[in-house]
């Protein structure tokens, strides 16, 4: 299954935090409908990506469903355009890892 | 304790002056216009004309600080502005130059390419203020022709920054950008003023020992601690502040009641670039300085 952020979103600004928690739930609602299904995130058309809203999107899907589940199931693709995008997913993902931080980043993010 | 506002008619005018001499991108010109917001914030339901009799000079870029707090006054104490035409033209006519005051007539007369113009944008507003930065900020013939790579880094660096006013600064205000080319100086600044809470307030929920003031809040900021900690400035300001170190240029910061200047960093007066305003500003202003003649392509 293939989910395009440029259709979430109707831009190619992907920089907000509320950027981030509309794809989260675009993907969430997808992932727990289809079980174990692969979902393609597709950044054809985004520009530009911040690490705002990888926290708000990936960020929140490994907080919900682990790390295993996302590295399995969810991949982002498409994203050769977007400047660093690469390395602003990996600071994510070590957000993440560092779970002190990410949870009270969590916490304000679903007050 | 309740503090009494001075009612007026709205038709009334109260005068009250912008300043007391030439208004610049420093402590001193940040402290001016925060004098003036703090006497008009004494009236209320009335028109503030505002006066240039004792002003020599305002940097155009300082419009969007300015803008700001107008903005502000004009919400939270009913407050309409005036200006002399006249005056303005005379002494300060940029701010007719960079949109700051509307033009109704020799549109020409006034326009000027030094100058970046004011504008507002609701923190959703985020493909307009992309467009902005492309087309005004990085496309304004005075910004040192840059590799395409190079101005896409900063756009995603002042991307970072802009996310995290719409994240941290819990406001749903406008934020207000202007920028103005000084080619004696060989600068550009480029400056962004929002109406949020501030550094201070997110920072010190996040490191209390560590964190006691504006000025450290800025400090931690600058050094790139948000980078993991999701704080206000994020990694944007760090890598903003060392792209314009390595390139002759500079960064200042206004938040709370403190001022921070990577100038005066090392300085006998402000070892730590840090100065106070001596009063509480409750939003935060970030200046950027370009070196016009900078030919430096290094990456950010």
């Known amino acids: ?111 | 304790m309740l503090v009494s506002k001075t009612k007026f008619d709205l038709n009334e005018e109260v005068k009250i002056y912008l300043g007391q001499d030439n208004i610049y991108t420093d402590v001193s010109g940040i402290r001016q216009i925060i004098a003036f917001y703090n006497e008009c914030k004494a009236y209320s339901d009335c028109t503030i004309n505002i006066k240039l009799d004792n002003t020599q000079w305002i940097d155009g870029n300082l419009c969007a600080f300015l803008g700001a707090l107008v903005y502000r006054l004009s919400i939270e104490h009913n407050l309409k502005f005036s200006m002399d035409a006249k005056q303005v033209s005379a002494k300060c006519n940029i701010l007719f130059a960079n949109d700051f005051l509307p033009i109704t007539q020799n549109e020409n007369y006034y326009r000027t390419k030094s100058c970046l113009p004011f504008r507002g944008f609701f923190p959703k507003q985020k493909d307009e203020f992309y467009n902005y930065l492309e087309n005004d900020l990085f496309a304004h013939s005075a910004m040192p022709k840059l590799s395409l790579e190079v101005q896409e880094q900063l756009i995603d660096n002042l991307s970072e920054v802009y996310g995290n006013i719409d994240k941290h600064a819990e406001t749903e205000l406008p934020f207000f950008v202007c920028g103005q080319h000084y080619p004696s100086k060989n600068a550009l600044h480029f400056t962004i003023s929002d109406l949020g809470v501030g550094f201070f307030k997110k920072i010190n929920a996040q490191k209390p020992l560590e964190i006691k003031c504006c000025g450290d809040s800025i400090l931690w900021a600058v050094a790139g601690n948000s980078t993991k900690q999701d704080a206000p400035g994020g990694s944007g300001l760090r890598n903003l502040n060392n792209y314009l170190q390595d390139n002759n240029g500079a960064m200042q910061i206004y938040t709370g009641d403190a001022g921070w200047c990577s100038k005066t960093v090392n300085s006998v007066l402000y070892p730590d670039g840090v100065s106070s305003l001596r009063n509480n500003y409750l939003g935060s202003t970030i200046n950027l300085e370009f070196n016009t003649k900078n030919l430096n392509f290094r990456s950010v």
């Open chain 1, 1 to 111: 299954m293939k989910i395009s952020v440029h259709d979430i979103l109707n831009s190619g600004n992907a920089s907000l935090h509320a950027d981030g928690i509309q794809v989260f739930n675009a993907i969430k609602n997808s992932f727990d409908a289809n079980g174990s299904e692969q979902i393609e995130v597709d950044f054809t058309n985004i520009k530009r990506c911040s690490t705002l809203f990888l926290n708000a999107s990936f960020g929140n899907l490994l907080a919900e469903y682990g790390e295993e589940s996302v590295k399995k199931y969810i991949h982002p693709s498409s994203y050769a355009e977007i400047l660093n995008f690469m390395y602003k997913f990996q600071d994510m993902w070590d957000n993440f890892i560092n779970k002190d931080n990410y949870q009270a980043y969590r916490e304000e993010a679903f007050a």
